[in-house]
């Protein structure tokens, strides 16, 4: 079973004092009216990390220079505070390809929901899942209770329409009032990024998802150094928007020296099924992968401007995030889309 203590204390640690938010009754307007948003202010959700990998959460707004289309911009509000309000979008992969480890994902897409819905009406989520099609499994909700006990009756079957589901998650649930700017935006897919099943595309989506200030991280359910077709998709989302992609399953055998050369009747494997190595192996991935995903979540710096007016006609501005510190590595959305009627 995957701790909860670690996962506990994140949940429990100091919030930014803002006012509470709660789920309003009005869904998104039409998709036409959600692609007419007026940027007057930009928000930048940006995470740090060293050379370690480890959150650097001690930087000061003097510390970062925001460039649009390369030019300087003032920054007009900067927050370092954990525990930041947040709409969490779930958007769980029911394709035939999750069943090996269909209960082990189920268990992290439960830890998921438990760490970032703490009970705190600051904090809303959704369920999406997705095969053949894309549903609205819960709507948005600060009801940790009820994305779990949803979660907990799924099976996996059939096809794989993400891109579906991403479309669906920006267009098709219940609005919390004051997003994106407080709460913001972010959806947590829990898939192997394949798709072979959706009506939208990639480029759509991605698109739909700049303009909405989403932010996407991944939890990658490719598994023991097999490649996925849809890694690319998952990276390519994650790092468009700012986000991250995890993958517990395929650092499994890191530390094993040479399994491959291991012979036994069911194949070549250091860690045998139904043994406790196992068992403890994969239950540390996905631990590893929910406390990375909570952390990049809630350990960010969150950095707003208005972009200084230009004559530039370009509909989509390209974000540069510098950091006057050596050796961190920064991740923050590439940019995002004005409206020009």
Known sequence: MIRRSFLASLAASSAAPVLAQRPQAAKIPAI??????SVSEVIVPVTVTDDKGRFVSDLDKSDFTILDEGRPQTITY???ERQQPVVAGFLLDMSNAQR???SKFLDAAQELV???LPGDPRFAGYLITYSNEAELAVNTTTDSDKLLERIRKLKP??????YDAIYMACTSRNLVKGEPIEPRRVIIIIGDGHDNASKKGLEEVLELAQRNLVTVYCVSTAAFGFASDGEKNLNRLAEETGGRVVSPLQGVYKDVSGYLSTPSDEGNYALKVGT???ASAIAQGLFRAVADTVGEVVTQYIIRYAPESTDDKKAFHRIEVKLNQPGVTIRARKGYYRFLP
Do not use: E, P, Q
């Open 100 to 102: 090996l480890h269909w």
């Open 276 to 278: 406790g190595g196992y």
């Open 114 to 116: 438990l760490s970032l």
């Open 157 to 162: 079957g059939g096809g794989a329409a993400m």
């Open 78 to 80: 900067f927050n370092r």
């Open 32 to 37: 036409v009216d959600a692609l007419k948003v």
